[in-house]
């Protein structure tokens, strides 16, 4: 039972058991008096009333259930104290105005009717039934605010959420691609005096193209990378090393076996975003996608020939999207991101996930 629906139910119960406790107080003092008829069937209809509306509580039933019992304490005092519950459910169905509003007419209705009872002025009744009424305000008031505010945050939260996923996905998958095509373009520009040669650099640049075109349709409706859309976790990782806009091969270590889709979908786009820094900033001449399964595990290493960089400095890439997605994708499944690199050495990128944690 979550908490608001233990709070409701708390509620309710107190409700009738003080209507329960002010009717045989009533009947105690009162058995006989003209006035028993009318507080009798005031009391059923009170808590027909209340129970056949709890599951709606519409402000039309609160309505309902305030005048019966507005027209029961005027006949029987005893009943004020029922008004406690009333209170909470006026707070938590009302905006806070009329809420408000309802909490001070109906206090002032209890202490008219406890002073009743006293045959008099008395300081304690008057007092308690305002300052219960005041508190119970504030506690249901500040627990609304809060949970707007809660609510707003985690409205904030998704929002950021989805930016940082679009960018990832951006950097990842059309970055590298849009990359490719312009070293492709770039390439049929400086063969033009060879047309084969030229035209062969344009159609892969279409290629490229066509595959940018429907990751950017998949990335719109959060999908797996079109990579695998029909094919195995290997292959995806070879049709993302044909297009890298650089040599790279992929190898594979140990038994393939089918992986969770959201961990497939990582590895597609670590490799995307690891062949991407090698290529726009390592000045990379090639690489290597190496994908070994472990048994609690499995590890994607790409590895280029770059210049590297000290790993005391700020790697490349780091700056940007490019190393910060990658490692926020591999602990997003409570794995982990290395990089290995040295000046004049290359860059090895290393994403561990541990397969029994994997979502």
Do not use: C
């Not at 009717?23 to 209809?45: C, D, K, M, N, Q």
Request: without cysteine; proline residues 5%.
């Amino acid at each position: 039972m979550t908490d608001a629906r233990w709070l409701a139910a708390a509620m309710h119960s107190a409700f009738f058991l003080l209507v329960l406790a002010s009717a045989i107080r009533y009947l105690t003092r009162h058995e006989g008096t003209s006035l028993a008829p009318w507080v009798i069937t005031l009391t059923a209809a009170l808590v027909v009333a209340y129970g056949v509306g709890i599951r709606s509580q519409s402000r039309l039933w609160l309505i309902a259930v305030l005048a019966i019992w507005v027209v029961l304490v005027v006949l029987a005092p005893s009943f004020a104290w029922s008004a406690i519950p009333l209170f909470v459910t006026g707070l938590r169905t009302l905006p806070t105005g009329p809420a408000l509003g309802l909490v001070g007419v109906v206090t002032a209705l209890v202490v008219v009717s406890q002073n009743r009872l006293a045959d008099g002025f008395d300081p304690n009744l008057t007092i308690v039934p305002i300052a219960i009424a005041v508190v119970t305000a504030a506690v249901i008031t500040f627990m609304r605010r809060q949970t707007v505010r809660l609510r707003e945050s985690e409205r904030r939260a998704g929002v950021l959420a989805e930016r940082h996923r679009v960018s990832r996905d951006i950097h990842d998958a059309l970055a590298q691609g849009l990359s490719s095509q312009a070293m492709l373009l770039q390439a049929a520009d400086q063969a033009w005096d060879r047309p084969e040669l030229a035209r062969e650099h344009l159609r892969s640049a279409l290629r490229v193209g066509a595959g940018n075109l429907s990751e950017a349709r998949r990335l719109v409706q959060d999908l797996a990378p079109a990579d695998l859309a029909d094919a195995t976790l290997d292959e995806a990782l070879r049709a993302v090393a044909g297009r890298a806009g650089l040599p790279a091969e992929v190898r594979v270590d140990g038994t393939s076996r089918q992986l969770p889709e959201r961990v497939q979908s990582a590895l597609v786009r670590i490799a995307q975003g690891a062949l991407a820094n090698a290529l726009e900033h390592a000045d990379a001449g090639r690489a290597v996608v190496t994908l070994t399964y472990l048994d609690d595990q499995v590890v994607l290493d790409v590895a280029d020939d770059g210049r590297g960089f000290a790993l005391k400095e700020q790697p490349p890439g780091e700056r940007g999207h490019g190393l910060p997605a990658m490692r926020a994708r591999a602990q997003q499944l409570g794995g982990r991101l290395t990089v290995e690199s040295a000046p004049g050495q290359g860059t090895v990128i290393s994403a561990a996930i541990p397969l029994e944690t994997a979502p």
